[in-house]
């Protein structure tokens, strides 16, 4: 199966501040799509986070996308809106050593969104698709398929707007 995972545009918000699954508005979603439209093959069907930034996005690609929720980005719980700096030193700490399942308090852990967008994978029946998501998804998902440790997940870094196109053993 073959995949275009793409990120959604840069959302409007202030610098440093934990957006996760806050629903914010994209800057320049016309102009992202324009610049994606020649590189995705016609006629795909395009599944999204319910997220506006990905949804407009979507929308734009496609007359009728498909949303789906297993494809928002990590739910950061307590520390959504709040600026990172804020956020308790131990809190930031004991994520950073247990990087896959450690939760923020009354979020999810990386762990759980990478089993809920695996979930999503494994029920899509097209041979190739556009998932229009964020990069927390489109990081786990490469993570599993490239096998890397959770260590190591962080040096996956996504450009906005950007593409991302693999081909999934089924």
């Keep these: 199966?073959?995949?275009?995972?793409?990120?959604?545009?840069?959302?409007r918000v202030e610098a440093g501040i934990c957006y996760?699954?806050?629903?914010?508005v994209a800057e320049n979603v016309e102009a992202a799509a324009d610049a994606l439209r020649p590189r995705l093959p016609p006629g795909l069907p395009v599944w999204s986070s319910p997220l506006q930034r990905c949804?407009?996005?979507?929308?734009?690609?496609?007359?009728?996308?498909r949303?789906?929720?297993?494809?928002?980005?990590?739910?950061f719980g307590a520390w959504?809106?709040?600026?990172?700096?804020?956020?308790?030193?131990?809190?930031?700490?004991d994520w950073a050593s247990d990087v896959a399942h450690y939760a923020p308090p009354g979020g999810e852990s990386p762990q759980a969104l990478q089993d809920r967008a695996l979930d999503f994978v494994a029920s899509l029946s097209e041979p190739e698709a556009v998932l229009v998501t964020h990069a927390?998804?489109?990081?786990?998902?490469?993570?599993?398929?490239?096998?890397?440790?959770?260590?190591?997940?962080?040096e996956l870094v996504f450009d906005y707007g950007s593409l991302t196109t693999v081909d999934v053993p089924r």
Excluded at 55 to 65: C, D
Excluded at 67 to 75: F, V, Y
Excluded at 80 to 93: F, K, L, N, T
């Design 1 to 11: 199966m073959i995949l275009h995972l793409v990120r959604h545009p840069r959302p």
């Design 136 to 154: 927390g998804v489109i990081r786990v998902l490469l993570a599993y398929w490239r096998n890397l440790p959770p260590e190591r997940w962080s």
């Design 55 to 65: 949804r407009h996005l979507a929308e734009a690609l496609h007359p009728a996308p």
């Design 67 to 75: 949303l789906d929720a297993r494809l928002a980005e990590m739910n």
């Design 80 to 93: 959504e809106g709040r600026p990172w700096d804020a956020i308790p030193r131990q809190q930031i700490d």
């Design 20 to 24: 996760g699954q806050l629903d914010l």
